[in-house]
């Protein structure tokens, strides 16, 4: 398990990272958002230990993490930042990477290179980004680590490859229970893989929660009436959100399923659905009780 307390980053004057604590369970995967600059790649670099917190701790497994060497053996760092040696290659990247993480599994590395129609012998500094990134995740993947800290690692991926290394962490959380923590500004880069989400907005994190169970209490709701709006018939219900287009109204609403089904229908619609939410639609309900407008931080 990772635990953050109280971590808080300074940069000269700026603090990139204020005061965050979350707790990331073993086996789950933590997508970690918000808008550039709101502190995700600090926050990672320190998680995987390249950065030491100025106030605060970082915890794997117990652990700190910071010149921990035993412990970075189990972690492995995908930079939004992608830098390799000058002239290496994949080849001679597999053999540096063998050095430190002793249960690199060298066939696995072929295989995934041969999938991904990648040359090993190749230089990586004439690779496209989306091709540099997949070598990354190969190298990632192959090493044998338990926690992953991946910085918009989808970023520059086509929608092909993307899946696919979104299927390979799926195997891979399945079989070897690795933890990845996947920062990204995009949203709809998560939602069908993260189980747990964190939104950091100016170096502090607003809130972590579980996927499932926000969703729980949250539905999104069209329904059309052959009369005005039934404002007084719908005053039990904790409406979020309302938008119109026609006589069609979608409306976001907190409650159980049962209790907004029960609400509606004794006002009589014509039309009536309740709709799976979108992570996007889950966000802007939290975030806008919390005073926040999800679609500022996030552009």
Same mark, same amino acid.
């Given at each position: ?5 109280? %971590?808080?980053?300074y ?16 086996? !789950?995967v @933590? *997508? ?5 600059g %709101?502190?995700k790649?600090?926050?990672? #670099?320190m998680?995987?230990?390249?950065l030491?917190?100025?106030? *605060? ?6 652990e ?11 972690? @492995? ?5 992608? @830098? ?23 066939? #696995? ?6 999938? @991904? ?26 090493s ?11 970023? *520059?991926?086509?929608p092909?490859? $993307? ?10 959380? %399945? ?22 989400i964190?939104?950091?907005? $100016? ?5 972590? $929660? ?21 404002? !007084? ?11 119109r $287009? ?7 609403? #907190? ?16 039309f ?28």
């Amino acid at each position: 398990m990772i635990c953050s307390t109280n %971590a808080t980053k300074y940069f000269d004057a700026l603090c990139a990272v204020d005061h965050v604590s979350a707790e990331i369970q073993t086996g !789950s995967v @933590f *997508g970690l958002i918000g808008s550039n600059g %709101a502190g995700k790649s600090t926050f990672l #670099r320190m998680l995987s230990g390249i950065l030491k917190p100025d106030e *605060g701790s970082i915890t794997i497994d117990d652990e700190e993490i910071f010149e921990n060497v035993p412990l970075k053996n189990k972690c @492995f760092y995908i930079s939004d930042e992608q @830098f390799f040696f000058s002239g290496i290659t994949p080849l001679e990247l597999q053999k540096h990477y063998s050095l430190y993480y002793p249960l690199f599994d060298k066939e #696995r590395y072929k295989h995934l290179m041969k999938a @991904f129609e990648l040359d090993e012998k190749r230089k990586i500094r004439t690779f496209s980004k989306g091709m540099k990134k997949q070598v990354s995740v190969i190298m990632g993947l192959c090493s044998g680590a338990e926690y992953l800290f991946c910085d918009e690692t989808f970023d *520059g991926l086509d929608p092909v490859a $993307r899946q696919a290394v979104k299927s390979l962490f799926a195997e891979d959380i %399945a079989e070897r229970g690795i933890t990845p923590i996947i920062a990204s500004h995009n949203l709809r880069e998560l939602e069908d893989i993260c189980d747990h989400i964190g939104l950091l907005h $100016r170096g502090g994190i607003l809130f972590s $929660r579980d996927l499932d169970d926000m969703k729980l209490g949250i539905h999104k709701v069209q329904v059309i009436w052959n009369k005005p709006f039934p404002e !007084s018939s719908l005053s039990a219900l904790n409406i979020i959100h309302k938008d119109r $287009r026609g006589s069609l109204y979608t409306l976001t609403v #907190r409650g159980t399923r049962e209790e907004v089904q029960n609400i509606i229908s004794q006002t009589e619609p014509t039309f009536f659905e309740l709709l799976p939410l979108s992570l996007e639609e889950i966000f802007i309900s939290e975030t806008e009780v919390i005073g926040y407008d999800i679609k500022s931080l996030l552009l």
